[in-house]
């Protein structure tokens, strides 16, 4: 998993943008690796979260932002729980993915935005999630419609996808996205 980082350029005002973003001083990290040694999807990612937060304070731009480990980071927050100095390194992944979108940055594993996508779309639509619409959503963004059918299916049988979605407080959920809209377009 360890990376020759040496030759990536640096920007000096990557740090800042990604502090200014999250709210967070990644200086603070002394490279304790606790939340590497929590993440749950570390052995899939290129980069583990403490390089990456290295990375971030070196500003290693490039090498973040062209990271698959900032797109698989599934936000669960148990880096953030770890972490002895309070950082907000799941905040920090999300700042690094804001970043990379805002730049037009091709996300290092094609199908993860495509997935974003859907799973907020369905949250707008129902109030909550709804997996079988998720991954509907997902197969009309990805055009790959017969890729992990034989796994859907087996996860019908066994009653782990619901054939119907449940809706929960859509007026609710519908605010909040627009309250998130609206500090979206205030931050342009």
């Avoid at 804001?98 to 997935?115: M, N, S």
């Avoid at 087996?154 to 009653?159: A, P, R, S, V």
Wanted: a positive charge; aromatic letters at 4%; proline letters at 3%.
């Amino acid at each position: 998993m360890e990376k020759n980082v040496s030759q990536n350029t640096v920007n000096n005002d990557f740090m800042k943008a990604v502090q200014l973003d999250i709210g967070e001083n990644v200086n603070l990290c002394y490279q304790c690796k606790k939340c590497t040694a929590g993440c749950p999807v570390v052995h899939d990612m290129d980069y583990t979260p403490t390089q990456i937060i290295h990375a971030v304070r070196l500003g290693m731009k490039d090498l973040v932002l062209k990271s698959k480990t900032i797109w698989l980071c599934a936000s669960c927050e148990t880096c953030t729980t770890r972490c002895p100095q309070d950082i907000d390194i799941a905040g920090i992944m999300d700042a690094a993915r804001i970043i990379a979108k805002r730049e037009k940055v091709t996300p290092a594993i094609k199908d993860i935005p495509a997935l974003h996508k859907s799973f907020l779309q369905i949250i707008k639509m129902f109030g909550r999630s709804y997996e079988l619409g998720v991954m509907g959503l997902l197969k009309l963004r990805t055009k790959e419609f017969s890729k992990d059918m034989s796994l859907g299916i087996k996860m019908l049988k066994l009653g782990k996808l619901k054939i119907l979605p449940q809706i929960s407080n859509v007026s609710k959920v519908k605010k909040i996205f627009s309250k998130v809209n609206k500090i979206e377009k205030d931050k342009r």
